[in-house]
């Protein structure tokens, strides 16, 4: 039988030229498979309403047409309700863009170089609110002028800020600024898109409102690599910005950090006592080695697998574990989250619509409320190593080693089905104790 | 599996490698291990590492670097890792005054997490930005004298000096722990230790090995 080898997807997210030991996708489209253009389209009514049950099944056998991600995630991400109107999402994507607008337009005003196109890599505060001026932070502000004028001139890159700052939110907010640009500077540098200095900017302005938006969590280094798809995927900033607002929702927990912690300690926990249940001896050896708090994992939770895969493929994955996860009652509850509760009895009639995983969860009817899909992909990640962990490691090192070595060689399609059947396997061993 | 030639060792040190976001700690790491520079190098996220074996003062020493994330909010769990370093290298960038203050911080985050007796060297790092010098050699040279440690500066995208860097913490790391192990009245460190326990396990686990492959 004639097999349909795919289409190879480099060419969506073009690698430069003199980058030559970046790891090729895996992902491939394929016919009949992979949710095309036209399937897409084909799952709306008229009105706009989406089937999103059959494009879920599609989502995970091959995942999704490069051309098309951006609008699909939004959807699997919550940004909109499959069951809402054209007309009603359009409403939401103009009430958004102009909410948007209004938030950097704060930043602007706080700190004038958000939004021209240009950012910094060097500190702008100190932690009591004296600004610095740092001659890099000059430079990189007023870039037509060469460094020796800009000391000279002694110009101030933002006007007004050149006073104390007083106000704790609006200092730590500029506190994050520098380690922004910092790490936008080093966020998939092997795309041709990142040559392009508007993306660089657009990816520091995005990261920068989000900080400002979300004071909370403000900025962790990681972050970059979870916001840069969005800015490739989705044209409008605006848009781009939201989405990525909506993946945070669901893993910005992972980085809240307080004195003491960090906060996706709590799914490393998790993790522990998944693998305790499903591979008792691996956890066991792991705990001698020093290696029970699990830090090994730490990244592979913080930015999704996107080090351990290529660009396309951690894409690939990433939509495969929303599309499992996938929750139709995500849109609602993040809108209106005091309703939240109320929908247990129509959510059976719903249960076609939700994601195989999310099924799962629901057969189970745990108390708790459940573990993040990621959380089984790295445990299956350390079960398909086990019996190289068991004989070869003998410290932490190796444990690190070992973990490095699945770079580039694991298969996201691979992974998320041992994902699956070691969630199955926990729910059934976690019921009997 | 038996262990390769390359992979048996006298000591294994193991070292830190910490510093503000960017100083380049990532490259230094890469230079050293594998000759590599990468233009395109991507922020920490937590803790990495990596190992070379080399001689020193006449031993093999395995030298396992251990990399951190820069950003101050990671200093929770990167803290984690210095249990057992016996070495420190604290890199700022020498065009970048910030990352050189914040040398004082760093050296408060050592003295409360890793153990007092680790050698700790400083390194001002990129020093190919001739023009874009922001910290004066003098100033960390200095520096370095009042709070006893060792100095160097360094280029790892041209690769100046980094051998030597860590050449000279591990020959120090070294020269102490001999100077502990003559002493007879003294227990060597734990982590000392551990290291040579390491080397007597592994040939353990090779002779087990071999059995169950003979038998």
């Known amino acids: 039988m004639w097999r349909d080898p795919g289409t190879p997807t480099d060419s969506f997210y073009e690698v430069r030229p003199e980058c030559t030991d970046v790891p090729k996708t895996k992902f491939k489209i394929k016919a009949g498979k992979t949710l095309s253009v036209r399937k897409w389209k084909a799952a709306f009514t008229p009105e706009g309403h989406l089937d999103i049950g059959r494009t879920l099944g599609r989502i995970h056998r091959g995942g999704i ?42 930043c602007h005003q706080l700190f004038p170089i958000v939004g021209s196109g240009r950012f910094i890599t060097a500190p702008v505060i100190t932690e009591d ?41 609006i200092i730590q907010w500029k506190l994050t600024l520098h380690q922004i640009g910092l790490d936008v500077v080093r966020t998939d540098r092997t795309l041709v898109f990142y040559e392009k200095q508007e993306n660089l900017s657009k990816l520091w302005d995005i990261l920068a409102v989000y900080a400002w938006f979300d004071i909370d969590v403000g900025y962790c280094q990681g972050m970059s690599d979870l916001c840069s798809p969005m800015i490739i995927l ?9 989405c990525f607002e909506h993946l945070m929702r669901r893993i910005r927990g992972n980085f809240r950090c307080t004195e003491s912690s960090v906060g996706v300690e709590t799914q490393l926990n998790n993790l522990a006592s998944v693998t305790q ?19 090994f994992a730490f990244r592979m939770l913080m930015v999704l697998f996107r080090r351990e895969f290529s660009f396309g493929d951690s894409l690939y994955l990433w939509e495969m574990m929303w599309a499992l996860e996938y929750d139709p009652d995500l849109f609602s509850e993040y809108e209106d989250p005091d309703s939240a509760n109320e929908g247990s009895s129509k959510a059976k009639a719903k249960i076609r619509h939700c994601g195989k995983y999310e099924r799962e969860n629901m057969k189970a009817k ?32 190796d444990v690190v080693k070992i973990l490095n070595d699945i770079t580039g060689n694991l298969d996201a399609r691979k992974a998320c089905s041992g994902a699956m059947k070691l969630h199955r396997k926990y729910l059934k061993k976690a019921k009997k104790t | 599996m038996a262990r390769r030639p390359d992979e048996e060792y006298d000591y294994l040190f193991k070292v830190v490698l910490i510093g503000d976001s960017g100083v380049g700690k990532s490259n230094l790491l ?58 420190a290298l604290l890199v700022y960038d020498v065009t970048k005054p910030t990352t050189f203050e914040n040398v004082s911080r760093w050296l408060k985050e050592l003295r409360d997490h ?39 500066e360094t280029s790892a995208l041209e690769a100046i000096n980094v051998e030597k860097a860590f050449q000279t913490i591990l020959s120090e790391i070294y020269r102490i722990i001999s100077k502990k192990s003559l002493s007879s009245d003294e227990p060597a460190p734990a982590s000392i230790k551990e290291g040579k326990t390491l080397v007597v396990g592994g040939s353990e686990v090779n002779a087990k090995k071999t059995c169950c492959a003979t038998s």
Request: hydrophobic fraction near 35%.
């Open chain 1, 277 to 295: 249940v499903i591979d008792p001896k691996l956890h066991q050896h792991l705990e001698t080695l020093g290696g029970g708090d699990y830090l």
């Open chain 2, 114 to 152: 890793a153990d007092a007796n680790i050698v700790i060297m400083l390194i001002g790092n990129k020093t190919d930005l001739k023009h874009l010098r922001a910290v004066a050699t003098e100033d960390a040279q200095g520096f370095a004298e009042k709070e006893g440690l060792s100095f160097i």
């Open chain 2, 30 to 87: 890469s230079r050293f291990t594998r000759n590599e520079f990468c233009l395109e190098s991507k922020s920490t996220i937590g803790v990495e590492f990596a190992t070379r074996t080399l001689q020193v003062e006449g031993r093999t020493v395995k030298a396992q670097i251990w990399d951190t994330a820069g950003q101050e909010r990671y200093r929770a769990i990167t803290s984690a890792y210095y249990r057992g370093a016996l070495g």
């Open chain 1, 234 to 242: 989705l044209e409008d900033e605006a848009d781009a910005f939201w």
């Open chain 1, 65 to 106: 047409h490069p051309s098309i991600r951006g609008e699909v995630w939004e959807f699997l991400l919550g940004c909109y309700d499959p069951e809402s109107t054209y007309e009603e999402r359009e409403e939401i994507r103009k009430r958004r863009r102009a909410q948007y607008a209004v938030l950097k337009e704060e």
């Open chain 1, 129 to 169: 609110g004296d600004p610095i001026q740092d001659p890099i932070v000059l430079l990189e502000a007023n870039p037509d002028k060469g460094l020796a004028t800009v000391s000279q001139e002694n110009a101030t890159p933002c006007s007004s800020t050149m006073v104390k700052e007083v106000d704790k939110k």
């Open chain 1, 366 to 397: 745990d108390a708790e409320p459940p573990l993040p899909i990621a959380v089984f992909l790295v445990a299956s990640v350390l079960k398909d190593r086990s019996s190289k962990l068991l004989t070869e490691a003998r410290g932490l090192d």
